[in-house]
């Protein structure tokens, strides 16, 4: 059983922001800035890739409230809500969740940066589309 499944089944004790029948949602223990919150499903899917669409909209819907509640009430200046699909793109649990990181300002302890590469962008497209 994966560690998030022992979460939502209360076998690790965490500390609870939001839960209903489908959806919970804890601080992260390794808070990268205050208030950083994981949203998860309680069915076990490996990521958002392999969620049925009802299970991604119920948590994406929950993330949602949760970021706004979290930086009016933390004070935050802004809020990256991400999630993690597979080992090259940082996903270290292999359950399906959603990170809420509240943002303040420059000096947080996270750095998400753009690097720009050349690419064909219609031959990209074409590859896309199949």
Do not use: W
Request: aromatic share 4%; hydrophobic share 40%.
């Amino acid at each position: 059983m994966c560690i998030f499944c022992k979460i939502i089944n209360h076998e690790i004790p965490s500390s609870v922001i939001y839960e209903d029948d489908d959806v919970l949602a804890i601080l992260d223990i390794s808070q990268v800035t205050r208030g950083h919150t994981l949203v998860m499903p309680k069915k076990h899917v490996r990521n958002v890739l392999e969620a049925d669409e009802e299970t991604v909209q119920k948590c994406i819907l929950t993330a949602r409230k949760l970021a706004a509640q979290i930086v009016t009430n933390l004070h935050a200046s802004g809020v990256n809500i991400l999630t993690n699909c597979g080992e090259s793109a940082g996903q270290s649990v292999d359950h399906l969740h959603f990170h809420i990181i509240p943002r303040y300002d420059s000096s947080d302890a996270i750095q998400i940066t753009f690097g720009e590469t050349e690419q064909d962008l219609e031959s990209v497209r074409r590859d896309i589309l199949g």
